[in-house]
């Protein structure tokens, strides 16, 4: 079985500009995270998503959206970049059974770079 | 709210030597706890679970946790550390919520040296 893959792997975009990114869970996975790493702040829940709805989002300004698709792929998207949104972004996925907390699979992320 | 603590941002171990990286959570429920490692520009593989019942579970690469409820602990160990466990560990927590939310130590850098 496929992994989660993340596109694209590496991105470099200036202040201002705007950033999606995008996430293909693993087969049968309806649960897509997206978590923040950067050094000074570890990793840092963005925000859940499960059959196209947000279920649950992390402290983050409203620059910082996504979407799931039918298919349960996922994007997320960075409104207007600040230098402090440089980050390594990850995506994980679960099969959640809607009842508790399931096994999460990350994705290798994406690097976003700004300058 | 839940939280993750990881004391240690550096160990230096040798090879062969044995290996405890130590964790401690604050929730008010039984708690999921979980074992990350993140090689050097990469994702996070998972390396053990717990969820319930017998709290010495065993994971991949020889890596084991002890679940601790009386002192909210959920420490990694393995008995003989390779060189190629230098990477940087992370414990997590996720609740009972029906969230798939996670929420994640400061991670603990394990150098290995020969």
């Given at each position: 079985?496929?992994?989660?893959?993340?596109?694209?792997?590496?991105?470099?975009?200036?202040?201002?500009?705007?950033?999606?990114?995008?996430?293909?869970?693993?087969?049968?996975?309806?649960?897509?995270?997206?978590?923040?790493?950067?050094?000074?702040?570890?990793?840092?829940?963005?925000?859940?998503?499960?059959?196209?709805?947000?279920?649950?989002?992390?402290?983050?300004?409203?620059?910082?959206?996504?979407?799931?698709?039918?298919?349960?792929?996922?994007?997320?998207?960075?409104?207007?970049?600040?230098?402090?949104?440089?980050?390594?972004?990850?995506?994980?996925?679960?099969?959640?059974?809607?009842?508790?907390?399931?096994?999460?699979?990350?994705?290798?992320?994406?690097?976003?770079?700004?300058? | 709210?839940?939280?993750?603590?990881?004391?240690?941002?550096?160990?230096?171990v040798?090879?062969?030597a044995s290996l405890e990286l130590r964790c401690?959570?604050?929730?008010?429920?039984?708690?999921?706890l979980f074992w990350y490692v993140?090689?050097?520009?990469?994702?996070?593989q998972l390396l053990l679970k717990y969820f319930s019942g017998d709290t010495l579970v065993q994971g991949i690469k020889g890596f084991e946790a002890e679940f601790k409820?009386?002192q909210?602990s959920f420490n990694l160990r393995k008995p003989s550390v390779h060189?190629?466990d230098?990477?940087?560990y992370f414990c997590?927590?996720?609740?009972?919520?029906?969230?798939?939310?996670?929420?994640?130590?400061?991670?603990t850098?394990l150098?290995?040296?020969?």
């Open positions: 079985k496929a992994g989660v893959t993340q596109t694209p792997r590496y991105l470099i975009k200036t202040r201002g500009q705007q950033v999606t990114l995008s996430c293909s869970p693993i087969s049968g996975h309806r649960s897509v995270s997206w978590y923040q790493q950067t050094p000074g702040q570890g990793l840092q829940f963005l925000f859940e998503y499960f059959s196209e709805t947000q279920r649950n989002k992390g402290n983050f300004p409203g620059r910082f959206s996504g979407r799931q698709f039918s298919n349960s792929r996922s994007e997320m998207n960075v409104s207007t970049l600040e230098l402090g949104d440089s980050a390594l972004y990850l995506c994980a996925s679960s099969f959640l059974t809607g009842l508790n907390t399931d096994t999460q699979y990350f994705g290798p992320g994406t690097r976003l770079t700004v300058l | 709210a839940q939280s993750v603590t990881q004391p240690d941002i550096h160990i230096t040798s090879e062969g401690n959570y604050s929730y008010g429920a039984t708690p999921y993140q090689s050097p520009g990469q994702g996070l409820r009386s909210s060189w190629s230098a990477a940087e997590a927590v996720g609740t009972n919520s029906g969230y798939s939310t996670l929420t994640f130590g400061k991670g850098m150098l290995v040296s020969p």
